[in-house]
């Protein structure tokens, strides 16, 4: 789906971001070593990815608003985290809200040598967050974090529903 209204990406955005936030807001400390094999990401780094989540998508798109650069090292602190993605989703927020209309939703920007309208950039910059979300979890369940469920309910959510959880 690719965005025709600046309200409809905010909605959309909105909710998404609800959801992350609620994941990054159990992480602990602790919990920010966890690898799902030597050599790749950390959970800890995988979360600031999500806070600057190559925010240059979006500045590509036009958008200008503050975030943690990409550069930055993650930090030691799980609340430092969730606290800077609650900070930079309300940037974001208020620069799509101030800084796009719907008609310029059509307007071409180049993005990666292909040409796509900011309406396909934000949609795909939601995707980006959405893959790296699934990613978290992953992550989460192996450092032994309660997740919660996205578009329906995590496994131990069933019992809060009065309802055994599916065989998987």
Known sequence: MMYTTVEGFIKDYQGEAATTQKLLDTLTDESLNQQVAPGY???????WHLVHNDRGILHGAGLSFEAPS???EPPVS???????YRATTEAI???VRVQLTDAKL???????GQTWTISLT???YLKHEVHHRGQ???LMRQAGLAV??????AKQEWAYLGAPAPAY
Request: charged share 10%; net charge negative.
């Open 136 to 138: 978290l979890t992953i």
């Open 93 to 95: 927020l208020e620069a």
């Open 70 to 72: 990409a550069t930055d």
């Open 41 to 47: 990401r950390t959970l800890g780094h995988l979360a």
């Open 78 to 84: 799980a609340a430092t985290i969730a606290q800077s």
């Open 122 to 124: 934000l949609y795909n």
């Open 106 to 112: 059509q307007e071409n920007v180049n993005m990666f």
């Open 148 to 153: 919660t469920g996205a578009y329906g309910p």
